[in-house]
């Protein structure tokens, strides 16, 4: 499994990085629930395994470094 960034303009999602694919690719797009935070605990327990030996978590809190030194919270 690879994360990448994306943005969904209410349409369409949008890549924000290449992905080097041949044909089409089933995906799973994941929505942030922004009327309610979750814990970290509860993300990590809905991540677990679905990116078994691609260093998902290593990519997720290297992203969310990524945010906190661009201003996100």
Do not use: C, N, Q
Request: proline letters at 5%.
């Amino acid at each position: 499994m690879k994360a990448v960034k994306a943005i969904y303009d209410g349409h369409d999602v949008k890549l924000m990085e290449p992905v080097p694919l041949k044909g089409k690719a089933d995906v799973l797009v994941v929505f942030p629930d922004i009327s309610e935070k979750m814990s970290p605990r509860d993300a990590r327990r809905l991540l677990r395994g679905s990116g078994k030996g691609e260093g998902l978590v290593k990519k997720l809190l290297h992203s969310r470094a990524e945010d906190m030194t661009l201003g996100g919270k």
